[in-house]
């Protein structure tokens, strides 16, 4: 079979429109009660569940034929589960594709918000694993059910308090839960806490899309999102300290790469995006080397 | 220098080429075709239907082909192709009553009106590797008895007529599709036999093993098993009337379960139901013991907190799809996550470390 | 049923729709902020906006309740045709269209349940003008405070009083659409 007959054999972006229907249409209570997790009927994918199948039903979607679509797995586009669901929406939707933040319309991610500040008319669908942020404390859906239902999150608290008594700080680093507009208690997916704050006000749509445990919620742009803490134990949006070595950013959440048997490390941004950005500017961390016009 | 790595579709290319080669394995040996696996290996294509959702042993067979063998990952091609197809419309339920059966066997009764029918069946075979089969060339043929015509009654309509077991009356209420809906608990006993059906076969064996051994007992009897092929028929709206649109191959199994009666319900046998594409003896009996535990509710009867009696339980975790995907997603990257909770172990230590050095 | 009622639908469903429901997320996502939304021609009353919405989010599994001068032959026949959605009486409504004063009393509208608040009605609402001035908006997707040309402010606030209960609002105007989720705070200017 060629790739074009293949194209034609599926409907634009590879969902039925019925099914399509159907996604919108959470998508939108989802936008209306920010936070809230709505039930829909995820389809089963040509993509094992637990890869992105949420995230791709939303993204599908979502996308117009005029998109820029930017995918990303641990802030890197070249991951091979990031490199897969992007070869699957340009077969199917035959939508652009590109690796700059900014030049995106849509980014689908798995585990970061990219370090570029998002705007608006950008449309960022996260993949969630398991979407529910009580699931850890209690693993009846039926429970979970009711304690949102109630606001009952005393659980929760009590857990980051435990926390607090044993390490002296909340032992959360990733997946870390928050508040959304003072009502929901939501997984923010596992990103790391470090990228906690660029949920709240942000100026793009995000949107969250659970395939297996079939949920799909949001957050709108510039809505309030607060990561659960106390007053006498704030929360701390925490990276390795120190700087990138390639493109010397000191802001940015970085990976520790193992370089030689003796454990020799370096740290390097993990949005790739970003790092090339700055290095293509001229910046140049402790390991990196001048980059003259280019990218290597 | 660092670089970081590149070219994963490179690499998805060609680990995709290497897989192809792997499933033809050596060239010098005849490739399979699939009328030789619908054929010969036929109780794998049957399961891969039965989980799959799908009837189409053709399909099953081309996807046990593609996945190598690997029966979940051919069940999900299945899945991932059944999502795709269009609904013409939906058939009238099948009459299993009327099943043209190939086996029909009672644990309950000696013998029954239309015969205990062995079939083709492992049962009694001696598990003796058959070293015969390792030559080619072999077709045996069994001996053949006229069809017998005539009805083969359901052995629980016998019981019911004489009010020993709880009734099981004529339900035409549209049940809901899980395919279609997502799932909502509680649910009703359409929607799990549904969920029970398509359930992995190892899963929902172990769950009725577990009632076996005490864990949500039912002291089930198989009333009966039967498998043979029905009609599947559908109401042509422009006709006016049903035809038949084609024939599938069904596992039934009903079994007759103890129940000494409560508040509410006088002593009767109470009934345990599995219905599997195919021949799927293994899964059907399974299956009707996992329905018969689920039904502790509607019965009356205590939760003792078995794992089979647990419908959330058993049903968010019976779909091998659901559960493999999530299972193997964990060799995904996730070194980002990882990152998170070495700076947090590091953190943690440095600071028992320096509240050990000052305690010292 | 009549003749336009096999017309005006989309003529490339998966892109028109795809399109049309980057509009209706937007003005969701958004409130205060008016798009256009096209490539369907209903009959009248309806507004190309009102059709486009119905034709990308409703079908045979979205009860919908007609009102007014909505709820006539020719549009009746265009829904069945094009969209499949049963129409219903305003209770059982997970739709429904038509001008504000017809949508009234709108404690008939599904609010949803305290478990699960997502089984509300979305409104659609046919308005005679659409402009960004007018009732005061704040909360989620508004970025300090926006303004919006609302048919009064009352039954708004009053719906946001049931958050996380309550219906949604699109508001349609010719090919214009805007939205009002129940998660925005509505008052007077």
Redesign the interface.
């Given at each position: 079979m060629t790739q074009a007959s293949e194209t034609n054999a599926y409907?634009?972006?590879y969902l039925d429109?019925?099914t399509?229907?159907?996604i919108?249409?959470?998508?939108?209570?989802?936008?209306?009660?920010?936070g809230?997790q709505?039930?829909f009927a995820s389809r089963e994918m040509p993509m094992p569940y637990g890869w992105g199948t949420g995230g791709v039903q939303v993204t599908a979607?979502?996308?117009?034929?005029e998109d820029r679509l930017k995918v990303i797995d641990q802030g890197a586009d070249d991951t091979t589960n990031a490199v897969s669901i992007r070869k699957f929406f340009q077969r199917t939707a035959g939508v652009a594709v590109t690796e700059a933040t900014g030049e995106a319309t849509v980014i689908q991610t798995r585990h970061r918000i990219p370090e570029t500040p998002l705007t608006?008319g950008q449309?960022l669908v996260y993949q969630v694993p398991i979407p529910e942020p009580l699931r850890f404390l209690e693993p009846r859906e039926t429970e979970t059910?009711?304690m949102?239902?109630l606001e009952e999150y005393g659980l929760m608290h009590v857990k980051l308090y435990e926390d607090i008594a044993r390490h002296g700080e909340i032992a959360t680093s990733y997946a870390y839960p928050v508040k959304v507009?003072g009502?929901?208690v939501m997984d923010p997916s596992p990103i790391p806490k470090f990228d906690n704050p660029k949920l709240g006000d942000n100026?793009a749509?995000q949107l969250f899309g659970a395939g297996r445990e079939q949920r799909i919620y949001?957050?709108?742009?510039?809505?309030?999102v607060v990561s659960l803490d106390f007053d006498d134990h704030p929360f701390v949006a925490s990276k390795a300290p120190h700087d990138c070595d390639l493109c010397g950013a000191k802001g940015s959440y970085l990976d520790e790469v193992i370089t030689d048997d003796a454990g020799s490390r370096m740290y390097v941004c993990s949005d790739t995006d970003f790092c090339t950005g700055r290095r293509e500017a001229g910046h140049v961390g402790r390991l990196g080397v001048a980059m003259a016009g280019g990218v290597a | 220098m660092y670089v970081a790595v590149k070219g994963g579709e490179r690499a998805i290319d060609n680990a995709h080429a290497w897989l192809a080669e792997e499933r033809r394995g050596d060239t010098a040996v005849a490739e399979l075709t699939l009328p030789q696996i619908r054929e010969q290996l036929k109780l794998a294509v049957n399961r891969v239907m039965a989980e799959g959702s799908l009837f189409d042993p053709d399909l099953a067979a081309l996807a046990i082909k593609q996945a190598r063998g690997d029966l979940i990952e051919a069940i999900f091609l299945i899945r991932a192709y059944r999502t795709t197809l269009p609904r013409l419309g939906t058939s009238l339920p099948v009459d299993t009553a009327d099943m043209a059966v190939d086996r029909r066997i009672s644990a309950t009764f000696k013998d029954l009106p239309g015969g205990q029918v062995l079939g083709p069946t492992f049962d009694y075979t001696h598990r003796l590797l058959d070293f015969a089969l390792a030559a080619e060339g072999e077709a045996p043929v069994a001996a053949k008895a006229p069809a017998t015509l005539g009805p083969v009654p359901h052995v629980t309509a016998f019981l019911n007529r004489d009010g020993l077991i709880e009734d099981a009356p004529r339900d035409d209420t549209q049940p809901a599709d899980l395919t279609r809906t997502p799932l909502e608990l509680p649910a009703d006993r359409p929607l799990r036999l549904q969920a029970i059906t398509r359930g992995d076969e190892g899963f929902i064996l172990s769950m009725a093993y577990s009632t076996q051994r005490g864990y949500g007992r039912t002291h089930a009897f198989v009333g009966e098993l039967r498998i043979g092929r029905v009609a599947v028929e559908m109401e042509i709206p422009e006709l006016g009337f049903a035809v038949e649109i084609g024939e599938v191959e069904l596992t039934e199994c009903e079994t007759v379960n103890q129940f000494k009666g409560s508040k509410t319900e006088p002593p009767q046998f109470t009934r345990g139901y599995g219905l599997v594409f195919g021949q799927t003896e293994r899964k059907a009996i399974a299956m009707s013991l996992v329905d018969r535990a689920l039904r502790w509710k509607e019965l009356g009867e205590d939760h003792i907190g078995a794992p089979a009696q647990d419908e959330e339980f058993v049903l968010y975790h019976c779909d091998n799809i659901q559960a493999t995907g999530f299972l193997e997603h964990i060799k995904l990257p996730h070194y980002v996550d990882f990152q998170s909770e070495l700076e947090l172990v590091r953190r943690l230590r440095a600071e028992a470390m320096t509240m050990q050095e000052a305690a010292e | 049923m009549t003749s336009d009622a096999l017309t005006g639908g989309f003529a490339k469903?998966?892109?028109q729709?795809?399109?049309a429901?980057?509009g209706?997320?937007?003005v969701?996502?958004?409130p205060g902020t008016i798009h256009l939304l096209e490539g369907a021609a209903p009959p009248a009353p309806l507004s190309v906006a009102a059709g486009v919405a119905l034709l990308?989010?409703?079908?045979g599994?979205?009860p919908l309740h007609l009102t007014g001068a909505a709820d006539c032959a020719a549009v009746r026949d265009w829904v069945t045709f094009h969209i499949g959605a049963p129409l219903v009486a305003a209770e059982d409504a997970?739709f429904a269209l038509g001008r504000w004063q017809d949508l009234q009393p709108l404690h008939r509208f599904r609010i949803g349940q305290?478990?699960?608040?997502?089984r509300?009605a979305?409104l659609i609402v046919e308005v005679d003008r659409l402009e960004a001035a007018g009732a005061r908006l704040t909360?989620?997707?508004?970025?300090d405070a926006a303004h919006l040309s609302l048919p009064e402010v009352a039954a708004f606030r009053a719906n946001r009083a049931l958050?996380?209960l309550g219906f949604?609002v699109l508001l349609t105007c010719g090919a214009q659409v805007a939205g009002l989720?129940?998660?925005t705070i509505v008052e007077d200017v």
């Open positions: 409907n634009f972006a429109e019925q399509k229907r159907m919108r249409r959470a998508i939108l209570k989802g936008v209306a009660v920010p809230y709505v039930p979607a979502c996308l117009v034929p608006e449309i059910r009711k949102h239902e507009e009502r929901y100026a749509i949001a957050v709108p742009p510039y809505t309030q | - | 469903a998966p892109q729709s795809a399109r429901f980057r209706l997320l937007e969701m996502a958004r990308t989010l409703a079908d599994t979205t997970d305290p478990d699960y608040p997502d509300s979305t909360g989620p997707g508004i970025k958050f996380p949604d989720p129940r998660s």
